[in-house]
C-alpha cells in the first residue's frame, strides 16, 4: 500500500462537513481590520528566521477562514489566523484544502486574532478556552469599542495550557508584535491594529510598501540632481579659475615677463 493509499484509508471522512456557508458575519470595519492584518504579512513578511538558519519558513496567514479541530465539532472561525510552518495546499476546489482542518496540517495556529464587534461571541470565555484547550501558543483580543474591558488590546501566551496575559506585544515565538497605530487604510482615518517588528515599525501593506519604494526613488532622484549640480557648480568654478589664470598670464607677458617663471 502507498503512503497516499494508507492516508486516505485512516483520513477521516469529511464528506457532511460544510466548510463555507457564505453567510455574512462581519461588518466593513472588522473586514478591513482582518484583510489589513493578512495582506501586510502577506505582502511585507517573510516569516521568522529558523534557529541558526537564514532561510525563512513557510506559513499561512488566513482571515475568517474555519479551524477545524474534530470531526463532530462545529468549527471556529478566527478572525485572523497565523500559522507558522505550514504551507497551504495549492489545489483549493478539493474539500479537505478550504479549510484549516487540524488533522491535515498537524498542528494548531500559533496565533489567533479575536475582533470584538458586540458581547455575544465569547472572546474572553468559551472560544478562549477552546483556543487554550488546542494549543494556539498566542491568543489576542482587539476590543476597539471596549464591549469587554477597558483595554482595547490584550495579548495572552498559552503557559502550561491556559492563557496568561503578556505585559509586551512582541511574541517571541511567533517573530511578531501587535501594536495599535492610528492612520488611513483604504481611505478610512482610524486605530487600527498592525503587525509591527520587535522595534514597533509597523509591517507594512502592499500600497504603503509601494509609497515607500516610491518616496525611495525619488530621494534617489533628488540626490543624483543635486550630486549633477554640484559636478556643474566644481566645473563652472574649475573654468572661472582657468580663466583667471590665463587673464594672469597676459598681464605678464605684456610686462616681458614669463609666466611659466613665476612660482
Not at 159 to 170: C, N
Amino acid at each position: 500500500m502507498t503512503n497516499l493509499e494508507l492516508f486516505e484509508a485512516v483520513a477521516p471522512d469529511i464528506s457532511h462537513i460544510e466548510t463555507e456557508d457564505g453567510s455574512p458575519v462581519d461588518g466593513i470595519r472588522s473586514e478591513k481590520q482582518m484583510r489589513l492584518l493578512v495582506e501586510s504579512l502577506h505582502t511585507s513578511w517573510t516569516g521568522p528566521a529558523a534557529e541558526g538558519e537564514e532561510e525563512k519558513r513557510f506559513f499561512a496567514a488566513l482571515a475568517n477562514v474555519g479551524l477545524f479541530y474534530a470531526i463532530d465539532q462545529p468549527p471556529l472561525v478566527p478572525d485572523v489566523m497565523v500559522s507558522l510552518d505550514v504551507k497551504l495546499r495549492e489545489d483549493l476546489t478539493v474539500k479537505q484544502n478550504r479549510s484549516y482542518f487540524l488533522w491535515e496540517y498537524g498542528k494548531p495556529p500559533d496565533s489567533v486574532i479575536e475582533i470584538v464587534s458586540n458581547r455575544k461571541g465569547g472572546e474572553d470565555s468559551t472560544r478562549m478556552r477552546t483556543y487554550a484547550r488546542l494549543g494556539v501558543a498566542y491568543y489576542v483580543i482587539f476590543d476597539p469599542d471596549h464591549y469587554l474591558s477597558s483595554k482595547p488590546l490584550r495579548i495572552y501566551e498559552l503557559r502550561h495550557r491556559q492563557y496568561v496575559e503578556m505585559k509586551e506585544s512582541w511574541m517571541p515565538a511567533l517573530g511578531l508584535g501587535l501594536r495599535l497605530w492610528h492612520g488611513t487604510f483604504e481611505d478610512i482615518e482610524d486605530t487600527w491594529l498592525r503587525w509591527c517588528d520587535i522595534d514597533g515599525e509597523v509591517i507594512a501593506t502592499g500600497a504603503e510598501a509601494a509609497a515607500q519604494q516610491r518616496q525611495r526613488a525619488e530621494q534617489a532622484d533628488v540626490r543624483a540632481e543635486q550630486a549633477e549640480t554640484r559636478a556643474e557648480q566644481a566645473e563652472t568654478r574649475a573654468e572661472q579659475e582657468r580663466a583667471r589664470a590665463e587673464r594672469l598670464a597676459e598681464q605678464l607677458r605684456g610686462l616681458g615677463i614669463d609666466p611659466q617663471t613665476v612660482t
